[in-house]
Every structure is written in C-alpha cells, then in structure tokens.
C-alpha cells in the first residue's frame, strides 16, 4: 500500500520549490555586491522557464491525463456510499473501482492551461521585478523566493484534485502575496495594503474553510469526483443495518447506527460559503472593496501579480469546486453566480470611472473583468468553463502589458496619475502605443480584435445558455467601461501642455527711481538723505463723512543701509469712546485725533515718530 508518485507530473511545481530554496540560500551565503540581485533575478527567471518548458512538454505529449497521489487499492471505499451511510471498514475492490481509483494530482488540459499561463505570467513579473528592485529598498532574496512560492502555489492549484490539496494550494499563492505587498519597507501605504490584504484573505479563507468541512462532512470524502458521484445520488433515509435498506448486501459497517440527513440544506449552505471565500480572492461584489486600496498600496509587479495569477489561481479553484464536485448542483449555484457576475462588472465599471489614478482604474476595471469571467459559469451551459477560461487568457495577456507600462511611466513621474501619460504617444511612441492597443483590447473595440472576439464568445454562451437578461446587462457595462478606457487613450495622443515661460525678474529701482514713480503716482515724496537712506512720506487720501474723516496714510522707507519698504494703512472711522492720537497719523499735517483701525504691515525697524513732522 505505498503510493508510486509520478515525479514527470509534478516536475513544474517542483522546480519551482527548488528554486526557491536555492534562490534562498544564494541570498544568505553571497557578500552583498550589486551583482548579486541580477545573479538571482536571472536565476529565478530560469527556474520559471524551465517549469515553462515541461508544462509544454506535458501538453503536446498524447495519451491519458497524467495522475499522482492516487489513493492504494486496498483502502479504496465503497463506490456506492451515499449520505446517510457509514464508510464501511473493508471493501474488496473491483476492477470498476481499481480504474477509478481517485487522485489528489492530475494533469490534464485544464491543469495545462492554468500552469502554462500563471508561468507565462510569471515571467513577467520577474522582469518587472527587476526594474522594481533597482532602488535597493526591498531585499532581493526574500522578493524572488516569495515570488516562486506564489507560482509553485498557483501551478499545483489547477491539478487538485480533492478539497485539501486544494485549499493548501490555495493559501500558498495567497500568503506569500502579503509579505511581497509589505517588503517595501518605511512605507505607510504598502503596510496598509499589506494589512487589509492579510484580514481580507484570514476572512476568505476561514469562510471557505467552513464551506469545506461542511462538503466533507455530508460526503464523507475529499475527492472532488467523489463528491460529485455522492451528491448524483437520491437522498434515501436509511435503517440500521443492510438488510433493512442499506447501501448494499454483504457490506460490513463499523456501527450499525445510519444517519439521514436533508441533504438540499446542508449541500446549499455548504456551496454559499465556499462560493463566498472564492470570491474573496477573485474581488467579486460584495467582497471587492480591498482592491483598490491593495493595487495602489502595493508595489506595481505585485499588483500585476494580484490581477492575474492570483485571479487566475481563485479562478481554478471556483471552477474545480464548481462544475467537478457540484455540478450536479448547478440548480443552486447557478443563480448565485449569474448575480454575483452582474453586480461585479456594473460595480467594478462605476467604480473605475471615478479613478485618476492609473494603478486604482487598473484594480477597479479588473474587478469589472472578473465580472465578464464569472457571467459564462452563471448560466447551464457544457461550453460555460471554456469561455470563462478563454476571457481569462486574453485578460491576463491584456492586462499584463497595460501594468508593464504603467510600471515604466510610473519610474518616470513618480506619481502615477492618469494625466502623467498625456503626450505618452510622442515621448515614448512605443510605449503609447502598446498601452493604447492593451486599453483599446480591453475595452473589447478593434482593432483590439482579441478582446472582442473574446466577448463575443462570452455573449454567445450568454444567449445560448438562456442568460438573455445577464447578456443585456454585461452589453450595457460593455458600453460604460469604454468611457474609462477611450478616456485613457485619449490622454496618450493628446500633447501635453507647454510649460509656462519663467520671466526673470525685473531689476530693482535705485532710490531716485522709487521716488520719482512714487510722485508720479501723486503721492507727497520727499528724499531726505540721511546715511543713504530715502524716506517716502504719507499722503492723505481720505475723506470727510458723519463728522469723521477717512483716512489712507502710507509710510514706506526706499533703499539704503538695511532699509526695506514699509506701509501703514491707518482705515476706518473712530468708535465712539476715548480719543487717542493714532498711530502715525502725524504725517504732513494730518493731525486728527481718534482711535482708528490698523490693516496691512506691521511697522518694523525705525519708530514712525522719528519721521519729520512728528
């Protein structure tokens, strides 16, 4: 009873893990040179290739799907254990049984399909790495180590096959995400991503958890096919042995105590809460509200990561539990979904279009996308997991080139607000023009003709599966995401605004000047030359009204030994009360006693009573 393992199927997430380690280790015993961080990016980067290269070599091979971990014959169960029935302690087996005896680990097209683009994605994001690590303010090894977990992680996710290996697998592209958001250390806004990532994540997964343990619990099995062949079944409330309705003759039970459940109940509370922890990690309405705080906070690879990888790993893991373990459910998940499908994409839409800045339009309208991938699961269709999985390949391929050039603009302003790219077209003519052709492809409008034609295939399967109303509602959200997308494009062509010419400043005037233009204005100007210092006198520019006058008096002192302007503005009629001479009212004959209001510039220096005429 050993289990044999296939170590040709699991090679890519292998490679992954040994890499990894030996990325670590590199890190700790090589001195800190700075060829050191392009030693381990390149080596990490070969690591994604070569689990790159045996993923291909999976795929075109002929023959069975390739399995592993499968359970020994001798502890195969009962294949017609139904709920309300106790496993029996020992079955022969049968060749029925032999054949198909259940796996934790298969490679098949839908596992081919999953790997191939989380490793494609992944080389990308080792090369946006790069760029990020530049600036020294993250440690290279512990970024590319966590980095190759995340892939290990989201390669084995689409090859489980039973409820453990799936949520193990799914923790491990979701946890070292966290501590990539937050290795940008004595940044506030990437350990607040870094912290609602986490709380986001612990919610989800003890949600999806309880989903788990209910499906286990009513099945008596984690095999996801198993389940499935279990949940087919009629409900039957059994007796307390064999000869009294059990599950069959000849079958010793370890108790003679069956139990009998209302197997709709407990089935659909189990498939809400794991529907609600996948959509957690997907960022699916009403469990969205992380993303855009997380894209922005996080570094810009991470981002990347999050909207592509980590989306495609939740994606997997939705469509396994799903379409293999509760497809014959549909009549209960079925709506759920075509809800959750239809207030993602309207939400995600409303929300993007508010945005200015370029990474949070980017987390908003991948929200909307994952809406446009939910709505094939939301109707019955055979052909509804290829179109969501072929909307999700031309998102990941679209939505991987419009963050690599963010990440270059971004280098370069530093800000990363949407009107940092007006003018991108003619700066950088290359980069304009790929993030438009990503934009206009997102937007589904030629001559982007992936992103439409990968519409049209979800309408198709829309219409065809009788989802006339979810069609209607993705064409008017189709409408309304073009307003974000065209708006962005539009930015790029348009030339960015001239920058105002600066004026040098005019040369001060000498003393003779200040006084002759002060006189001009019809001011009272007098020169006294005292120490090279010249003395502009007040003029009196009020007048008389309800028995008071109105008074301007403006005292200035031009040029000189550490002389500088100086005005009094002496405003206002007196209040009724004391009377009291007010302050540098004495000028040139102005000799009106009262109380008055002071406005302007405080005099300094020199008092106003040394002034002639005081």
Request: aromatic share 8%; net charge positive; proline share 6%.
């Amino acid at each position: 009873m050993i289990q044999s393992i296939d170590y040709y199927a699991v090679a890519p997430p292998l490679i992954l893990a040994l890499t990894a380690g030996l990325v670590l280790l590199l890190d700790a015993f090589l001195p800190r040179r700075p060829y050191v961080r392009t030693a381990l990016g390149a080596v990490t980067l070969a690591g994604v290739i070569g689990a790159l290269a045996v993923v291909i070599s999976q795929a075109v091979r002929t023959g069975d799907p390739l399995r592993t971990f499968c359970v020994p014959e001798g502890l195969l169960g009962s294949p017609r254990a139904v709920i309300g029935s106790i496993v029996p302690l020992v079955t022969e087996p049968t060749a029925s049984t032999a054949a198909a005896a259940p796996c934790s680990f298969v490679v098949d097209d839908f596992t081919l399909v999953f790997a191939g683009l989380a490793l494609a994605a992944g080389i990308v994001v080792v090369l946006l790495s790069a760029a990020e690590l530049s600036s020294g303010d993250i440690p290279v090894g512990e970024w590319y180590f966590l980095l190759l977990c995340t892939l290990a992680g989201a390669v084995a996710l689409p090859a489980s096959r039973d409820l453990i290996m799936l949520v193990v697998a799914l923790e491990l592209v979701s946890l070292p995400v966290f501590a990539l958001t937050a290795l940008k250390r004595y940044d506030g806004r990437s350990s607040e991503a870094a912290v609602k990532l986490f709380l986001v994540s612990v919610v989800s997964t003890a949600v999806m958890l309880f989903g788990v343990s209910l499906l286990y619990g009513t099945t008596g099995t984690v095999y996801l096919d198993r389940i499935a062949h279990v949940l087919r079944q009629d409900v039957t409330a059994t007796g307390p042995g064999p000869s009294q309705g059990g599950v069959g003759d000849g079958i010793a039970y370890s108790s003679s105590l069956q139990i009998g459940y209302d197997l709709p109940a407990v089935v659909t509370v189990a498939m809400v809460l794991v529907l609600a922890g996948f959509a957690f990690k997907v960022a699916a309405v009403p469990f969205h509200a992380w993303a855009g705080d997380v894209y922005q906070g996080a570094p810009i690879p991470v981002a990347a990561l999050l909207s592509v990888i980590s989306k495609a790993a939740g994606f997997a893991g939705l469509i396994l539990i799903l379409v293999v373990a509760l497809g014959g459910q549909g009549a209960t998940w079925v709506p759920l979904v075509a809800i959750l499908a239809a207030l993602t994409m309207t939400v995600g839409n409303l929300l993007a279009m508010r945005q200015r800045h370029a990474v949070r339009l980017l987390a908003w309208s991948s929200v909307a996308q994952s809406g446009y991938i939910l709505a094939p699961l939301g109707v019955r269709s055979d052909e509804a997991m290829n179109a969501s999985i072929a909307y999700l390949v031309f998102y990941a391929a679209m939505n991987l080139g419009a963050f690599a050039v963010v990440t270059l603009v971004s280098r370069r302003s530093g800000r990363g607000e949407l009107d940092d790219y007006r003018g991108l077209a003619f700066r950088s003519p290359a980069a304009g023009l790929a993030l438009a052709f990503f934009l206009i492809c997102l937007a589904g409008l030629p001559p982007g003709l992936a992103g439409l034609f990968a519409k049209i295939v979800v309408f198709r399967e829309l219409l065809g599966g009788g989802g006339g109303w979810l069609a209607a509602v993705m064409a008017v959200n189709t409408v309304v995401g073009l307003y974000y997308y065209v708006a962005w494009v539009v930015r790029i062509f348009t030339p960015a605004p001239a920058p105002a010419p600066t004026l040098a400043p005019a040369p001060a005037p000498d003393d003779r000047e200040r006084c002759d233009r002060r006189r001009h204005d019809g001011e009272h100007c007098d020169r006294e030359r005292d120490g090279g210092q010249c003395r502009d006198r007040g003029r009196r520019d009020g007048r008389r009204g309800d028995g008071w006058p109105r008074y301007r008096v403006d005292t200035r002192e031009c040029g000189g030994r550490g002389g500088r302007d100086r005005r009094d503005r002496v405003l206002g009629r007196p209040p009724a009360g004391p009377r009291s001479r007010p302050r540098g009212a004495h000028h040139r004959g102005l000799n009106h006693p009262g109380t008055f209001d002071l406005a302007g510039d405080v005099v300094t220096g020199e008092s106003a009573s040394t002034e002639r005429g005081v």
